[in-house]
Structure formats: C-alpha cells, structure tokens
C-alpha cells in the first residue's frame, strides 16, 4: 500500500489527499512529526518538506509532482485532460492555486486566527480545559500580530493577501457560474488544488481531516461566510462530497514514538 508523509493540517497534503480518494488508491497516511521525523524525511526523500508519497519503491516529493505521478501511473479516473492546450491550461491554473491562493490562505488563516477569539479557541483540541481556552481567547490581538509580523506576516501582509483572496474567488464563481468544474465538463487536477488548499479558508463540515472538535465549517471570516463566494462554497463541499473520505481513523506517526499529540505543522 502507499503510504503518504504528512502533517495533517497542510492544505497542500489534503491536495493529494483528495485526488488519492479521487482515484480509489487506497494509502497510509503517516503523521511526520516535526523535528526528528522532518530527519527521516530527508533521508527517505532527500528533502524535509511535505508531502511525499512512497509507493513501493517510488519516492515523490512535491504535490504537483505527486500528481503528475498518480497520473501516469494510475491512469484511470484521469485527473489530467488528454487535450492538449486544455491539459496545458490545467497545469497552469494549478500552478496559479499552489503559488498564489495557498500562501495567501495561509497568511489569511493567520490573520483571523489573531483577530477573532472564537476562531482562535476553535484550534484548539477539544480536550483543552476551559480556563487554557479562556487564557487563549484573552490574548490580545495586537500580540498575535506582533508574532505574525516576527515571522514575516504584518498587518499589511494579510491585508494584500486577503485582497488577492477576493479576486481569486470572484473569478472562480464566474466560472463555476457556467460550468460544474474549473477545466471541462469532468473534475480536473485544478479543482482537486483549489479545492484542497482552499481548507485554511474554510474546514469542511464533514471529518475528513483529522483535526480538533469544532473547526467544522470555521473559517476567515468575509471570505469563508460572505455571501458573494457562496457558489464557491456550494462547489467545494459537493467536490468533498462526492470524492473525499471521511476520516475513520488518525495517522500513524513518524518519528521515534510517542503516544503523545502530534503537533500540527504548517509548511
């Protein structure tokens, strides 16, 4: 069976994780664990970034790489067009999702994550005592954008990147106004890209990610609930519908043990 390494929260892990379900390829998921198991990543991939897909004894790195090899190899259930120019428009829009929408959904996470105490306490696992939960919701917001910018996301960061956001999902609802998917009459690796990295903007209502209690259907608010970008929605969660599985158990872990919780990374 193959196995894919990953953190579970990557939306460019859920990526491949749909086009896998898309497929019917039955996979093991394996939890990396920041750190040590970012060392034997390497050493399986000669890189320390996810995802990677391990089929016998394949090694892929990369989601677009991954996708292309999924492909070739596994041709039925085609998420690439045989024609050509739309073939060369496929790529190209998924190019455009992996390198502007992903990093922007990222950043717009972040944002909101800082702005609003109800998405920020909804992170966290549903173990966490209610006094924690009340001493994250207090943090000021002004802090979390002080750390943000530590890392090289300020307030005009998101700003920008929401912008971009607005435009990339007014442009997708006209499209999605004339036809059911991005590229064709049939779902392409285009909409399996948007639609996974589009998960930092919104969760699914449904478990497909193995993620804490409470973030079903949360997402960045004026993006995730405006009603502007609701056939966006409506598009995305009947995609997830009709081709993701629901998540019947948690990964397996990397690493070197422990029973403790994974610690969820963003790459």
């Known amino acids: 069976m193959m ?12 990526k ?13 998921p394996v939890e990396v664990t920041p750190g040590v198991g970012q060392v034997d990543l390497y050493r399986l991939a000669g890189q320390r970034q996810v995802p990677v897909l391990k089929d016998g004894e394949t090694v892929v790195a990369d989601s677009s790489a991954i996708a292309t090899y999924l492909d070739e190899t596994y041709p039925e259930r085609p998420i690439l067009p045989a024609d050509g120019a739309m073939r060369a428009l496929c790529l190209m829009l998924e ?20 702005q609003h105490p109800s998405f920020r306490t909804a992170l966290l696992p549903a173990s966490t005592p209610d006094v924690v939960k009340g001493l994250v919701s207090a943090v000021p917001g002004d802090l979390l954008n002080l750390l943000g910018t530590g890392i090289g996301f300020g307030a005009d960061d998101i700003k920008a990147a929401t912008l971009s956001l607005q435009k990339a999902l007014t442009s997708i609802c006209a499209v999605l106004a004339e036809r059911p998917y991005l590229v064709g009459d049939q779902p392409t690796l285009t909409d399996f890209t948007v639609a996974g990295i589009s998960m930092y903007l919104k969760f699914p209502a449904q478990r497909y990610v193995d993620l804490p209690d409470g973030l079903g259907e949360k997402g960045v608010p004026g993006l995730a609930d405006a009603p502007e970008y609701e056939r966006f929605w409506t598009w995305r969660d009947r995609l997830y519908a009709d081709y993701r599985q629901v998540r019947s ?10 029973s403790g919780p994974v610690k969820i990374g963003i790459e």
């Open 3 to 14: 196995e894919l390494y990953q953190f579970e929260a990557s939306h460019y892990c859920e």
């Open 95 to 114: 190019d455009w999702a992996d390198e502007s929408i992903g990093p922007n959904a990222r950043k717009a996470m972040l944002g909101a994550f800082s």
């Open 249 to 258: 158990e948690p990964p397996q872990n990397s690493g070197n043990g422990g």
């Open 16 to 28: 491949v994780r749909l086009i896998l379900d898309y497929k019917q390829l039955p996979y093991k």
